[in-house]
């Protein structure tokens, strides 16, 4: 019997199914780092740009072009935003909303600009949509960041 009464942290998610164009939901995701935040004011959530090593290891390479080599995953975890009750001013993470990858793998990508896309909706982890050519639909519009690799994340300065 499990006495865990702990709340249901995102990385409790196990067994996560694949996305219908069969991206695996990498496991250890909440352990990356971050590459960047973002909050967005059109739709009131609040996200965090994480990357795997070798995403990290670009990110943080000094280039002005990042060069994201095979490999290379980028998530974004997205949550709505929340006033903290003990100081109302502070915009702080609610509702957890989805969980979003883009894979770099430029041959097996190709008809995607070179990322494998794949979302997860809530804290469980449900793969967003059933049509394997969702991903479509996301390179679609991060063709506005093609001139950044179709990453709009620009990673946040540290010192
Ligand atoms: C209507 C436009 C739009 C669509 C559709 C869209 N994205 Fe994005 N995406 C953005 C913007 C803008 C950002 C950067 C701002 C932010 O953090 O939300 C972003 C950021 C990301 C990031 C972080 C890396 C980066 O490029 O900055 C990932 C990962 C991502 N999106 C995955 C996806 C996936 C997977 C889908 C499809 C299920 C998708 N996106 C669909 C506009 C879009």
């Not at 990385?11 to 967005?40: F, H, M």
């Not at 072009?65 to 095979?70: C, D, E, G, S, T």
């Not at 998530?75 to 609610?94: I, R």
């Not at 982890?125 to 519009?141: I, M, R, Y």
Request: glycine share 4%.
């Amino acid at each position: 019997m499990s006495l865990c009464l702990c709340l249901p942290l995102l990385s409790q998610a196990q067994n996560v199914e694949k996305s219908a164009n069969d991206i695996e939901y990498p496991k250890n995701l909440t352990n990356w780092r971050v590459i960047g935040t973002s909050n967005r004011t059109d739709n009131n959530t609040q996200r965090v740009i994480l990357g795997n090593a070798l995403a990290i290891k670009a990110a943080r390479s000094q280039n002005a072009n990042i060069n994201w080599p095979k490999g290379a995953i980028l998530a974004k975890l997205v949550w709505k935003n929340d006033t903290l009750k003990t100081w109302q001013a502070a915009t702080v993470p609610g509702e957890f909303v989805h969980a979003e990858i883009m894979l770099r793998d430029s041959q097996k990508y190709a008809s995607t600009s070179g990322w494998g896309y794949a979302r997860w909706t809530g804290l469980d982890l449900k793969p967003h949509s059933q049509d394997s050519k969702a991903a479509e639909a996301c390179n679609s519009c991060h063709q506005a960041a093609k001139i950044t690799d179709y990453v709009f994340t620009i990673p946040a300065k540290l010192p």
